[in-house]
């Protein structure tokens, strides 16, 4: 393998080139690509060439346009891709997962073409991508890794170009759909672990293996049709007699949570309240009672979005697992895995900074989650609606029905939730003004006295204090100028800050190690 200074001079370069472009700028990526170059950038290309000929984009002055876009697009994927410090490095592409994003960054085929030599691995697993092998990303031609797994990609590998990736070691093309590759295939075969091939279409097996299952399937699809007939029939009968397993009835509730009694409430608001309790099976719930009539349109609405409450997956969310849409009783069942809400938690134990940047990494990534695959799903973040399980790990509790609050409000209770959890102050316990004279306070000490803002109790060293510096800056924008940014953008630099921990902790541990090493 090339030794490790040519890449770090080419990233180098590349990060000057995206440095000339505004690093803060809150407009989207698409709206970056519009815009030309600046007036400096011809002269940036040209001195890195002078220092750097090997760069991909020397002896391209006709194309500076595309030049400078690869720049926009690896500066926004080199965040999304989750890497500690896109400032020094960009070392790898991580869109497993991420079926809204991975096509957009496929398609910007100037990117690819001047693909960083710093990135070494690439992982678009999981995004269901179709059409044919995207043999544009082997134009990173320094990867040692490259996952396509679990995608429905189809057609020939071109397995020709494969040959220009001296360094590639690690590769995934299971479970898709390639055209069978005969013998010709034999020695790309032997370059990697047959785990790299399974079920992806490549092999002869996978073909007979699936003619035998058809067959299969043919010869049973009479008793199959029968059997489910059966079941259908059975299925109408139990739900008569029982009612959906996601369903629970008033008495049900009623017996879990000893009448709704007073012990058992835990919250009073304006349009819901909220019990806890346990089911006859040992499971703890929190019922939280929607309070008001509802209209017939309500209640429609209201048992579409539980069943969709029921399809989120992710650990910062509380686990919705039933509900109760009953003339008497309006109520969603949600599982209670926590021991108390974020505002308790400061209250009571005044924690360190680095519990409280995990809550905040974990509610970051429970909100990115929502925006991306479930936006219409409501939600409410402030410290009392935040929960924590015994491993100091946020839960989302409050989602969904009766949310329906607008982009800017959602920004400023997030930007309110980053304040309260650095400064542990209520605001509507501690300011006339509510909310609004918590931000007041904070415009008024932040940046010269920031000290003032934090928790006394907390005692953050001078590397962290510059962290918490930085938080506080994207929180105090997001809860003054809501309306002026959107929650992806805030959820990507908080990310971003956040990480900053991570990168510290690691070159700590190296100052450690070469410490005990003398």
């Given at each position: 393998?090339?030794?490790?200074?040519?890449?770090?001079?080419?990233?180098?370069?590349?990060?000057?080139?995206?440095?000339?472009?505004?690093?803060?700028?809150?407009?989207?990526?698409?709206?970056?690509?519009?815009?030309?170059?600046?007036?400096?950038?011809?002269?940036?290309?040209?001195?890195?060439?002078?220092?750097?000929?090997?760069?991909?984009?020397?002896?391209?002055?006709?194309?500076?346009?595309?030049?400078?876009?690869?720049?926009?697009?690896?500066?926004?994927?080199?965040?999304?891709?989750?890497?500690?410090?896109?400032?020094?490095?960009?070392?790898?592409?991580?869109?497993?997962?991420?079926?809204?994003?991975?096509?957009?960054?496929?398609?910007?085929?100037?990117?690819?073409?001047?693909?960083?030599?710093?990135?070494?691995?690439?992982?678009?697993?999981?995004?269901?991508?179709?059409?044919?092998?995207?043999?544009?990303i082997l134009l990173c031609t320094h990867i040692l890794s490259l996952d396509l797994s679990y995608n429905a990609l189809a057609g020939d590998v071109p397995v020709d170009l494969f040959s220009n990736l001296h360094n590639l070691s690690s590769l995934n093309l299971s479970y898709n759909h390639f055209s069978?590759?005969?013998?010709?295939?034999?020695?790309?075969?032997?370059?990697?672990?047959?785990?790299?091939?399974?079920?992806?279409?490549?092999?002869?097996?996978?073909?007979?293996?699936?003619?035998?299952?058809?067959?299969?399937?043919?010869?049973?699809?009479?008793?199959?049709?029968?059997?489910?007939?059966?079941?259908?029939?059975?299925?109408?009968?139990?739900?008569?007699?029982?009612?959906?397993?996601?369903?629970?009835?008033?008495?049900?509730?009623?017996?879990?949570?000893?009448?709704?009694?007073?012990?058992?409430?835990?919250?009073?608001?304006?349009?819901?309240?909220?019990?806890?309790?346990?089911?006859?099976?040992?499971?703890?719930?929190?019922v939280h009672v929607q309070r008001g009539r509802a209209s017939k349109a309500f209640l429609r609405a209201f048992e579409e979005d539980c069943t969709s409450l029921l399809r989120l997956r992710h650990r910062n969310l509380a686990k919705v697992i039933g509900w109760c849409n009953e003339r008497e009783l309006?109520?969603?069942?949600?599982?209670?895995?926590?021991?108390?809400?974020?505002?308790?938690?400061?209250?009571?134990?005044?924690?360190?900074?680095?519990?409280?940047?995990?809550?905040?990494?974990?509610?970051?990534?429970?909100?990115?989650?929502?925006?991306?695959?479930?936006?219409?799903?409501?939600?409410?973040?402030?410290?009392?609606?935040?929960?924590?399980?015994?491993?100091?790990?946020?839960?989302?509790?409050?989602?969904?029905?009766?949310?329906?609050?607008?982009?800017?409000?959602?920004?400023?209770?997030?930007?309110?939730?980053?304040?309260?959890?650095?400064?542990?102050?209520?605001?509507?316990?501690?300011?006339?003004?509510?909310?609004?004279?918590?931000?007041?306070?904070?415009?008024?000490?932040?940046?010269?006295?920031?000290?003032?803002?934090?928790?006394?109790?907390?005692?953050?060293?001078?590397?962290?204090?510059?962290?918490?510096?930085?938080?506080?800056?994207?929180?105090?924008?997001?809860?003054?100028?809501?309306?002026?940014?959107?929650?992806?953008?805030?959820?990507?630099?908080?990310?971003?800050?956040?990480?900053?921990?991570?990168?510290?902790?690691?070159?700590?541990?190296?100052?450690?190690?070469?410490?005990?090493?003398?």
């Open positions: 393998m090339a030794s490790a200074s040519p890449l770090l001079i080419t990233f180098f370069c590349f990060l000057l080139l995206s440095l000339t472009i505004l690093a803060t700028s809150r407009s989207s990526l698409i709206e970056e690509l519009n815009r030309p170059p600046p007036p400096d950038f011809a002269a940036t290309v040209a001195a890195n060439c002078a220092r750097d000929p090997s760069l991909r984009y020397c002896n391209c002055s006709a194309d500076l346009p595309n030049v400078y876009k690869s720049t926009v697009v690896a500066r926004h994927l080199c965040v999304e891709s989750r890497n500690p410090d896109c400032n020094r490095s960009f070392p790898r592409i991580d869109l497993r997962s991420r079926p809204n994003l991975a096509p957009l960054y496929l398609s910007f085929a100037f990117f690819w073409a001047y693909c960083p030599s710093s990135v070494l691995a690439i992982d678009l697993a999981n995004n269901s991508l179709a059409g044919g092998f995207p043999s544009a069978e590759c005969g013998s010709d295939c034999a020695p790309f075969f032997r370059l990697f672990n047959s785990s790299s091939f399974i079920h992806s279409g490549l092999r002869p097996e996978d073909h007979r293996h699936s003619s035998e299952i058809t067959a299969t399937v043919l010869l049973l699809t009479g008793v199959l049709a029968s059997i489910f007939f059966l079941l259908c029939i059975v299925c109408v009968l139990v739900r008569r007699r029982k009612g959906d397993r996601y369903q629970f009835t008033t008495e049900a509730l009623r017996e879990a949570t000893r009448g709704f009694g007073e012990r058992n409430l835990i919250r009073k608001g304006e349009k819901e309240d909220l019990y806890v309790g346990r089911l006859r099976n040992g499971l703890q719930i929190e309006l109520a969603v069942v949600v599982e209670m895995a926590h021991i108390c809400s974020v505002e308790e938690w400061l209250l009571q134990q005044s924690p360190p900074w680095k519990q409280r940047l995990k809550v905040l990494m974990g509610v970051v990534d429970g909100v990115c989650y929502l925006e991306e695959h479930w936006p219409r799903v409501g939600y409410d973040i402030r410290t009392r609606s935040i929960s924590l399980t015994r491993e100091i790990e946020p839960l989302i509790s409050k989602v969904g029905v009766g949310i329906s609050d607008s982009e800017s409000k959602k920004v400023q209770r997030l930007g309110l939730f980053v304040l309260e959890l650095i400064a542990n102050k209520r605001p509507r316990e501690v300011f006339e003004a509510g909310e609004t004279g918590l931000i007041e306070w904070v415009k008024v000490q932040f940046p010269a006295q920031v000290k003032k803002l934090i928790d006394e109790k907390m005692k953050p060293t001078a590397t962290t204090l510059e962290q918490i510096r930085q938080i506080i800056s994207i929180a105090l924008e997001a809860a003054a100028n809501a309306s002026s940014s959107s929650m992806s953008h805030v959820c990507r630099l908080l990310r971003k800050a956040c990480a900053v921990d991570q990168e510290i902790q690691k070159q700590t541990r190296s100052r450690s190690h070469k410490h005990h090493r003398r």
